[in-house]
């Protein structure tokens, strides 16, 4: 399967085998990242972010790091001031060669898009609006396959802010690839944004709901999200949704026994801290996954994996 020099705009340009290629190929660099590669000597990672990260900035950079490679580039909030997509293709055009490999997160959605039509080197999105964020869904399914074996056959809530989270909208996308049952939990404000709920719907069984304890004993896997204060129009909204779920550690008697809880993060207070504790919670293998998932991704459009 030919990954070199592609791009990763969106989770929908990929196809299951192509990300199940992905999963197995991640399964390949774990080592690698327990004792470091030399296999991206003298290549280059540019990150350039337009909007806040911790854990995905660091993690692309750590993957980047511990194949040998490195990195360069900016996280200021404040240039998200550009707003205007001429620029960024310009800052793409000059980045280009200072990098093999582009990162970009960007609060306009299409941005990624955009970026990878002037980049000729690989361009990863790592987060573009309230739109999509691929490498996160990837992730996320490489936590659920690891965690449980298998994807198909499983029930699956997203629960939160499934109108203006990314990561619930590229992981619905790739979720519906699969043979799974979709539940979709969330307040009527936050409902999964119509065009993402018309495309899954047409591929798998999707339910919505409004209580976290209609799902509880049924899903395998329950994804929580944080409600996107960042992107409400008014601060009024927000107070209306905020505090909406709140896991904690009782509610999950009624899970199944194998049930994981999965959370992009930052958490603010969706999930308890009692929730760590317990044999559920998986939020933070996720990270060391999305590292390994990240590895992977780099040396395939990089080359070094094939
Ligand atoms: C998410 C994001 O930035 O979309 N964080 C992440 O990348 N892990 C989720 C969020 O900000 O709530």
Known sequence: MEFAGRDVVSIKDFSREEIDYVLEKTDSVEPLAKKSSHALDGKIMATLFFEPSTRTKLSFESAMYRYGGDCLGFAEPKAASVQKGENLADTVRVVESYADVLVIRHPLEGAARLAAEFASVPVINAGTGAEEHPTQAMLDLYTIRRELGKIDGLNVALAGDLR????????????????????????????????????????????????????????????????????????????????????????????????????????????????????HSKYFKQVWYGLLVRMSLIGLVLGALS
Do not use: C, W
């Not at 601060?235 to 008697?253: F, H, M, N």
């Open 164 to 279: 203006y989270g990314r990561t619930v909208h590229s992981l619905a996308y790739a979720l519906s690839l699969y043979d799974i049952n979709l539940y979709l939990v969330s307040p009527t404000l936050l409902r999964m944004r119509k065009e993402v709920l018309e495309e899954v719907s047409g591929r798998i069984k999707v339910q919505e709901f409004e209580e976290l304890s209609k799902v509880l004993s049924k899903v395998d896997v329950l994804y929580m999200t944080r409600i996107q204060k960042e992107r409400f129009g008014s601060l009024e909204d927000y107070e209306k949704v905020r505090g909406s779920y709140r896991l904690i550690a009782s509610d999950l008697s009624q899970a199944k026994p194998e049930m994981i809880v999965m959370h992009p993060l930052p958490r603010v207070d969706e999930i308890e801290y009692t929730v760590d504790n317990t044999r």
